[in-house]
């Protein structure tokens, strides 16, 4: 079966930010003075931006204001796919995201020029359920051509499939090892609240499926949820501190697959476990779920290359 859309680049995406912004979001994601003040003050002699900051930057473009997400979607020049009947980017949600960091991040873009490069990695069709599109962006620095963060993401669009494409490859597991499934070596959590998504959309995604109750009624969640991202990000920065001292140098890349939604106010349990599997420049591979306390597994087939230090878990 011909594979339609596969390879599609969109128009290159302007991209800029602040230091501010990169403090913003660091706060939203639970960075806090204690510990990872390096993130959350522009003054400290260690200060860097969070290394997940470039995952939210193709929804804020170079805005510093509130958007309408509805409308920046369609005139992106994203909507439409060779081979692909026109997708409504109002019943979309994540579906998995991968990213590796391949350059320390600036604080600001101030005085360069940065843009998100996407291509389509290949849309599939899950029949009643919807569609899967899987995209790889980049982030580069448009004068010496050097790739900051590489990404892959797929969106699945929800009830939107059954147009005859194809199903997609198998999809690949990442469990815990075998035989650790119920002995985790690190457990951490994080309470939201009923202010959590209100916060981290101000980072640039605002979406309005975590702002307001009817576009998730409509979509059968019941009300708002939160973003993916915001449980993806704060996971990942739970992990880089329970194993990687908080320091963003300590963590090469960090992937999880969405399997439920996350209501404001849930807490996030999420247990992590050590492969001892280590590469030659002492990033080990790690595998983490993270779960809705006392309810489902929200963030699945985690994995992260992590160098662990001083007081991470023993294997």
Partial sequence: MSEPGKNHSYPDQPVSWTTRDTLLFALSIGCNPASEQHFIYELDPSFTPFPTYPIILPFKGTSQEVIDFYASQSSSGRGSIPGVPPLDSRRVVDGERHIDFLRPLPASSD???????SKVVGVYDKGKPGTVVETEQTLVDSASGEVYTRAVGSGFFVGQGNWGGPKGPKTESYPPPKGKENS????????TDDTSAMFYRLNGDYNPLHAT??????????GAILHG??????????????LGGSKAENIKSFAARFASPVKPGDTLVTHVWRTGDVDKDGFEDVRFVTSVKGGKVCLSNG?????????????
Avoid at 184 to 191: G, I, L, R, S, Y
Avoid at 213 to 222: L, Q
Wanted: charged share 30%; no cysteine.
């Fill in 303 to 315: 994995r992260a290359r992590i160098r662990v230090v001083d007081g991470g878990a023993k294997l």
């Fill in 111 to 117: 005085g360069r020029k940065f843009v998100v490069k």
């Fill in 213 to 222: 109750p009817e576009p998730g009624k409509k979509m059968g969640f019941g």
């Fill in 184 to 191: 985790p070596d690190k457990t951490f959590e994080h309470a």
């Fill in 229 to 242: 991202l915001f449980s993806w990000n704060t996971t990942s920065r739970g992990l880089l501190k329970a």
